[in-house]
């Protein structure tokens, strides 16, 4: 693009008081926590056990990641696609075994140290998730809920190794590594006893934490769901529940976009939820109707959360991660779409004058709030984002999708 389409957005901007260079300065210091469960349709690398816990991946895309040497050349096409220095999410069955597999309560941190060499090499960070799910001892829908003890104690051991493990990343990498806990235990119909779930979760959650890592490498969160498939009548670990856990315990609350009623909007619970928290995770997502991981679009939904968290000065308050994962198109794709959804979502919040607008609903001033905000809309925010991503080296506007393309005729295509 020209240099002076920019200028002349550039200096639009100027007139409401926004500096689109320090806007974009600030734009690329935001790092997304990219999941790489997308590559594979949440496979992993454990083994071929079917998907469980309410997970499903629908399509028979061509060209799937089969192998860690698969998904990380995929992740390495996604990030030259998408501007800035990001994240990758892990799911402990993403682990290398090389050899003689182990069960997910002896995973141990070399089980990631090929993780870590990828990302150090590229200087990134990296998350993690216990997975709990997809696996025997998951099959009837609980697992720190659940009222077996050996079972619950097999769990509880694999969170247990797993925070262990992110905090042996973080101090590899020199970068906070966020473990986030969620589980699909509930039930398909009302149950006789909700209360003591939700207290062998919380017995088995305090086991967990009890063990104390330096902030400086590990950060928890804990994740709630409204319902699952199978579960449609009672979650265990619900919002009120890890909201006040969180609270009461210091670590965060993860806020999953998909994961509440379609009248709840979480860009709403974002403001008050950083008034009682130092920090506040999300996974952003787009639900249709049940299925809670469609491809994060460009839609309302998104750009409300990008303006709270912009709205709050919370860009280094808010860990944004995403969480879909779609087989009906190209993977890559969906990555790419994604991601840099997310930023110009960001891009398009941080290019309205907040405080202009703030003050005009402090004098009362609604007609005029209502009306600026309206025509900020109109303004050239995506001459800004094409330059945004021409000084950060990557396709601009759709041209990305030819590199896709390519990248699937030369390498998706190939594979069996």
């Not at 696609?81 to 990001?86: D, E, Q, S, T, W």
């Not at 398009?348 to 900020?376: C, R």
């Amino acid at each position: 693009m020209s240099s002076e389409m920019y200028n002349n957005a550039k200096a639009l901007y100027k007139t409401i008081g926004i500096d689109t260079d320090e806007v974009l300065k600030k734009l690329g210091n935001v790092s997304i926590s990219m999941h790489c469960w997308q590559g594979d349709d949440v496979g992993g690398f454990e083994s071929n056990e079917a998907l469980s816990g309410g997970i499903q991946a629908t399509g028979n895309y061509p060209g799937k990641a089969s192998t860690p040497e698969e998904l990380m050349s995929d992740i390495d096409k996604v990030l030259s696609l998408v501007p800035g220095k990001h994240r990758i999410n892990l799911h402990a069955s993403y682990a290398f075994y090389d050899g003689e597999k182990v069960s997910r309560d002896k995973l141990e941190p070399q089980h990631f140290d090929k993780w870590i060499e990828f990302a150090k090499e590229r200087d990134l960070g990296l998350d993690i998730n216990p997975t709990l799910f997809s696996h025997p001892l998951a099959s009837d829908g609980l697992t720190l809920s659940h009222p077996d003890e050996n079972i619950r104690r097999f769990w509880i051991e694999h969170c247990k190794a797993i925070r262990k493990i992110g905090a042996y990343i973080g101090e590899k990498l020199g970068k906070t590594c966020l473990n986030n806990i969620w589980i699909p235990d509930g039930y398909k119909e009302n149950p006789a006893d909700r209360l003591s779930p939700r207290a062998r979760l919380k017995a088995s959650l305090d086991e967990i934490f009890s063990v104390e890592y330096d902030k400086k490498y590990l950060v928890d969160s804990v994740e709630s769901k409204v319902f699952g498939i199978g579960v449609e009548s009672y979650t265990v670990g619900s919002h009120e529940f890890y909201m006040n856990y969180a609270a009461k315990n210091g670590c965060m609350c993860l806020l999953d976009n998909g994961h509440y009623h379609p009248t709840e909007s979480v860009a709403d619970k974002i403001p008050s939820m950083l008034l009682f928290s130092d920090k506040v995770a999300l996974h952003v997502t787009r639900g249709v109707r049940w299925d809670s991981d469609h491809v994060v679009a460009f839609n309302d939904e998104l750009q409300d959360i990008a303006r709270e968290i912009v709205r709050c000065d919370a860009l280094d308050r808010v860990l944004i991660g995403l969480d879909y994962f779609d087989a009906s198109i190209n993977r890559i794709a969906a990555w790419v779409i994604g991601m840099r959804n997310m930023q110009k979502a960001l891009l398009a919040a941080m290019l309205v004058p907040h405080t202009q607008l703030a003050e005009l609903q402090n004098k009362g001033d609604f007609t005029a709030m209502f009306a600026l905000s309206e025509e900020y809309k109109n303004y050239p925010m995506s001459v800004v984002w094409d330059y945004f991503c021409e000084i950060n080296g990557v396709p601009v506007r759709e041209a990305w999708l030819d590199e896709v393309r390519k990248y699937e005729k030369e390498v998706l295509n190939e594979r069996k």
